[in-house]
């Protein structure tokens, strides 16, 4: 069993950046694949980042490559999520998931663990 607990959200003005983390319990975690996922409002829960087990391989959503950046520190049982060049659209509940499996996913579906979420705005 691994559980996940997001924070680091809140409010930006867009341009500016926050840095979200995501702390995970369980010795397995440095085994899996991690991902951030988010969901505005009245939408789906949408794809942003994912990083493999070592933090090699990372992926990223179109909307978010080149201003947002996934990274893990294993010895802390953490990934981040550095976020820049905010734009309002980026507005969302941002989740972290953990898949059992060496390498992350672009599919909510193969994640198996997630935490509860953290809610960024950014303001124009």
């Known amino acids: 069993q691994v559980q996940l607990v997001e924070s680091g959200g809140g409010l930006v003005q867009a341009g500016g950046s926050l840095r979200l983390s995501c702390a995970a319990s369980g010795r397995t975690f440095s085994n899996y694949g991690m991902g951030w996922f988010r969901q505005a409002p009245g939408k789906d829960r949408v794809f942003v980042a994912a990083?493999?087990?070592?933090?090699?391989?990372?992926y990223y959503a179109d909307s978010v490559k080149g201003r947002f950046t996934i990274s893990r520190d294993n010895a802390k049982n953490t990934v981040f999520l550095q976020m820049s060049s905010l734009k309002p659209e980026d507005t969302a509940v941002y989740y972290c998931?953990?898949?059992?499996?060496?390498?992350?996913?672009?599919?909510?579906?193969?994640?198996?663990?997630w935490g509860q979420g953290t809610k960024v705005t950014v303001s124009s």
């Open positions: 998931a953990c898949r059992r499996y060496y390498s992350g996913s672009y599919y909510s579906t193969e994640y198996d663990y």
């Open positions: 990083i493999n087990w070592s933090g090699i391989n990372t």
